[in-house]
């Protein structure tokens, strides 16, 4: 999965790249100026969601998956890159052009309770987007709320209601709701259940499967739990340091990790089966600032298996299409 060299010089096949995906990106970062350096937050990403897909992004606190989810929905700028949705590069969307083509992008965020607004009433929440978009007013309006609030599994009646009367999941099933009341394509949904208790996680989780096999819609699902991911993700990326280090199918991931981090993570996952638990690894110190990142493969402080090129040289995330390691040591 090379990026081309310039986001901006597109050869054939990735063009037909950017036609047969919904969600391209390419060779995406961002650096948040600081005094005295940059925050690399994202530094060189790419890959490609399909219509109907799942890709879930996993990755330690400062990784750099949330700042992903923004940048693929344009809510910030990036550095260097290129998104493309549905074969349109979003860099070159006027503002007129861009809230058209965010109808189709939605989030839902990781607070449930901080998502939404205390002031409005839920059919208000929920109808804003609608609104926004002239897609109903009036009666229709009415109706397409109460619809929405349907698909997620709210009576109608709670339109009249407002957020506090609800519990933690079924805010999070709001939220749901406004995303979907505006007939998303792509939703990024930024640590949708980390905020939830086990039993309403499962529920949510549920619901956003069975949401996207009735509307096709393509998932941006963004975690820290290799275990929720799971049961929902297709393809899992593996973020470090603001870089993907591991990519691949949801069964080869866990059954045949690469990288020592993907492994780490694995290791920490907690399983019922005696013979389904993993010998846990334990990682050398602390991930490194992104302020200042080592030099050569930004994991190798953490290696335990790191070898002298590991310290100068990057390595590339490069395999099959199936399966994509950026480690020296142990490749595809």
Known sequence: MSAPESPREETSSSLATHRS??????????????????????DGVSFDLAPGETLGVVGESGSGKTTLGRLALRLIEPTRGAVYFDGQDLATLDS???????RAMQLVFQDPFGALNPRLTVGE??????????MARGTTLRERIAAALERVGLPPDAAARYPHEFSGGQRQRIGIARALAVEPRLIVADEPVSALDVSIQAQIVNL??????RLGLAYLFIAHDLRVVEHIAGRVAIMYLG?????????????????????????AVPAIDPAERRERIALNGEAPSPIHPPAGCPFHPRCAYAEARCRTEVPPLIGSATHQVACHVFPV
Do not use: C, M, N, W
């Open 125 to 134: 929440i929920v109808g804003e987007g609608l609104v926004i978009h002239a």
């Open 21 to 42: 995906s919904l969600l391209t990106v390419r060779d995406l970062a961002k650096h948040f100026p600081i005094r005295g350096g940059v925050v690399r937050a994202v």
């Open 243 to 267: 870089r993907i280090v591991e990519l691949a199918d949801s069964q080869i991931l866990y059954a045949t990790p690469r990288h020592l981090y993907t492994r780490a993570l694995l290791s």
């Open 208 to 213: 956003l499967q069975d949401l996207q096999d």
């Open 96 to 102: 007129t052009a861009l809230r058209r083509t965010r």
